[in-house]
C-alpha cells in the first residue's frame, strides 16, 4: 500500500545491491553520509536472496532500493545475466534512482529487460546546464534522451525527477525545464516527479538557505521559501502539460493508467497516488467509526 515504488504484483519485496554513492551533489545528504564511498554486493550475492525469497516465499517483484545501483556497469550486467542464466520468473525496479549515465548503452538496458527490470528512475534535476553546474551535478542530457527513448522502446518504465528553486536559479533556467520535459515526454517517459528543493540539515547548501523556522519546516512543502508560491504554480503548470503531452503523444498510455489503478496493478508511482488517498482516508473513516464506538461503549464494573 506504501510502497516506495509502483507494485504490479501482490508480493514484493525491496531489496539493496549496493551503498553510497561517489558523486557530490550540493542538496544531498549522501556526500556526507558516506563520505561519497561506493559499496557493492557481487552479483551473485544479490541474485541468491532474489531466489531464497523467490523460492521460499513466492516474491515475483524486487524494488532496489540503492542510490546508484549501475555505477558498476559491469556489475549490473552480471547481475542481469545471473537472473537470466537462473530462470528466475520474477521482475524487479529500480525505484530510488539511479544516474542513467552509469548505463552504458542500450545493449545494457536490453539486458535489464530481458531480465525482468520493469521501472527506472532517474533524476536529471534540472534542464538548465548552468543549474546542473551550481548543484555540483554533472549531467549528460543528450545521453539520457536516447536511453529514454530506447526503454519507452522495450518496456521498461520511466520516471524523471527535477528539483526546482535551487540556489541560483532564474525564470530561464526553469524554462529550460520545462522544455526538457516537453522533450522527454515525446521520447516516452511515463512519468515526472518535482520537488521544491529544501536545505537538508548534512546537505551542502544547508547553511546556504535561510528563513525556517524550525528543523520540522524543511520538508517536500517548504512554504516558508519567499517563492514557494510562484514556485508551486510552475510544478503544478508543469504537471497539467506533462500529462496533455503524454495524453497527445502516447495516448494509450495515458489511457491505460485508470485500468491500472482499478485493476491494482501499479506501473508507475503517479498511478499509485489516488490508491494511497483513498487508503488513508478510510483508515481515517475506520479509525473514527472506531473511537465512536469505544467511547460509546460503558465500561465494565
Not at 543528450?142 to 532564474?170: D, N, W, Y
Not at 517517459?189 to 540539515?201: N, Q
Not at 508551486?232 to 497539467?240: D, N, P, Q
Not at 502516447?250 to 489516488?274: A, G, I, W, Y
Amino acid at each position: 500500500r506504501f510502497a516506495h515504488g509502483p507494485v504490479t504484483n501482490k508480493r514484493y519485496l525491496p531489496i539493496l545491491t549496493s551503498r553510497g554513492c561517489p558523486y557530490q551533489c550540493r542538496f544531498c545528504v549522501i556526500p556526507e553520509t558516506n563520505k561519497r564511498h561506493w559499496r557493492m554486493r557481487s552479483a551473485k550475492n544479490v541474485v541468491d536472496e532474489m531466489e531464497f525469497f523467490y523460492s521460499m516465499y513466492k516474491i515475483q517483484e524486487f524494488h532496489i532500493e540503492d542510490v546508484d545501483p549501475t555505477i558498476s556497469d559491469k556489475r549490473f550486467r552480471e547481475i542481469c545475466q545471473e537472473i537470466i542464466s537462473r530462470g528466475l520468473k520474477i521482475s524487479w525496479k529500480i525505484v530510488s534512482g539511479t544516474k542513467i549515465e552509469t548505463i552504458r548503452d542500450e545493449k545494457t538496458i536490453d539486458l535489464m529487460a530481458q531480465a525482468g527490470c520493469r521501472y527506472v528512475s532517474i533524476s536529471p534535476e534540472s534542464g538548465s546546464p548552468n543549474v546542473l553546474k551550481l548543484m555540483k551535478k554533472p549531467f549528460d542530457l543528450a545521453h539520457a534522451e536516447r536511453l529514454a527513448a530506447h526503454m519507452s522502446k522495450v518496456g521498461i518504465k520511466l520516471q524523471i525527477c527535477f528539483v526546482l528553486g535551487f540556489p541560483g536559479e532564474t525564470v530561464e533556467d526553469l524554462q529550460m525545464t520545462w522544455d526538457l520535459v516537453r522533450r522527454l515526454t515525446r521520447k516516452g517517459i511515463d512519468e515526472i516527479a518535482l520537488f521544491i528543493v529544501t536545505p537538508v540539515p548534512g546537505s551542502a547548501i544547508y547553511d546556504s538557505i535561510g528563513g525556517y523556522g524550525s528543523l520540522s519546516e524543511l520538508n517536500f512543502s517548504p512554504v516558508w521559501r519567499d517563492d514557494y508560491e510562484r514556485l508551486s504554480r510552475f510544478r503544478l503548470a508543469l504537471y497539467r502539460h506533462f500529462l496533455l503531452w503524454k495524453l497527445i503523444h502516447h495516448p494509450l498510455k495515458f489511457l491505460k493508467q485508470p485500468l491500472n489503478f482499478l485493476l491494482r496493478r501499479f506501473e508507475t508511482k503517479m498511478e499509485m497516488v489516488p490508491y494511497r488517498v483513498l487508503a488513508i482516508w478510510f483508515y481515517k473513516v475506520r479509525q473514527t467509526i472506531t473511537d465512536v464506538v469505544f467511547w460509546r461503549t460503558p465500561c465494565p464494573r
